[in-house]
């Protein structure tokens, strides 16, 4: 599977080693809360990394890293970074969240007003298609298998395309989801624009992180093994 995710000289949050890097720091929870309570249009007052063992069985999936799996008070989150749509993504994200239902429901996390959902952060999407879609285990006749759970996908560059069309709406509405497509430039454009600090915190971690030699050397590594 080969991806260029690099636009500019700078790596962006669609590369996972980037996202992780920033938005896993402790010192970047509120950057993290931030997407999260965009994502799920909730107030999250707390959150906290949430740690499972996966079995031998998903081995099958290509680096798959430390999970992006996270206690809230109003449920608990999967993140998943999908720089393109093909098959092998859509297989990999079904895989990760029928695991994660299954460890979640067996240690009883999940009640009639505590939800799981996997945010699904996918570039590479049908522009005609919708901003956010979601997916949820149902019967034909409607009947959902288990409540309170789906996937909820961001269709990365129609919403990215609102800041270059200056949508003021959409801008506002995505703004923490919209940073996640741009550079340096475009993000100093887009503080300058919103007038939000959390951007600019954004915008100064994603420079940092493209200044790390040791992670710069590990996506390029990933990269090159993509290109064989």
């Known amino acids: 599977m080969k991806t260029k995710k690099k636009e500019k000289d700078c790596f962006l949050a669609k590369e996972e080693d980037i996202f992780r890097e ?7 929870k509120d950057l993290l809360r931030a997407v999260i309570e965009a994502s799920l249009n909730k ?14 069985y998903m081995d099958w999936i290509e680096n798959i890293g430390e999970d992006m799996l996270f ?3 109003v449920g608990v989150v999967e993140i998943e970074i999908n720089p393109s749509n093909d098959r092998y993504i859509t297989g990999k994200n079904l895989a990760l969240y029928s695991d994660t239902l299954y460890r979640v429901k067996k240690e009883r ?14 570039w590479s999407l049908d522009l005609n298609g919708r901003d956010v879609s979601e997916y949820a285990w149902q019967t034909t006749s409607g009947i959902y298998l288990y409540e309170n759970t789906f996937i909820r996908e961001f269709n990365l560059d129609k919403i990215v395309k609102y800041w270059y069309e200056k949508n003021e709406e959409k801008i506002e509405e995505y703004k923490y989801i919209i940073m996640l497509g741009l550079d340096l430039d475009e993000l100093d454009k887009l503080y300058a ?15 940092k992180a493209n200044k790390n030699q040791e992670l710069m050397e590990k996506i390029s590594a990933k990269e090159k093994k993509c290109e064989v």
């Open 43 to 56: 107030r999250c007052r707390k959150i906290r990394q949430y740690n499972i063992e996966r079995e031998e």
């Open 22 to 28: 920033i938005f896993l720091k402790k010192s970047n």
């Open 193 to 207: 624009y919103t007038k939000d600090k959390l951007i600019k915190k954004y915008r100064k971690e994603l420079e």
């Open 109 to 122: 996390k999940l009640t009639d007003n505590y939800q799981f959902v996997q945010l699904s952060f996918t």
């Open 71 to 73: 206690q809230t008070d």
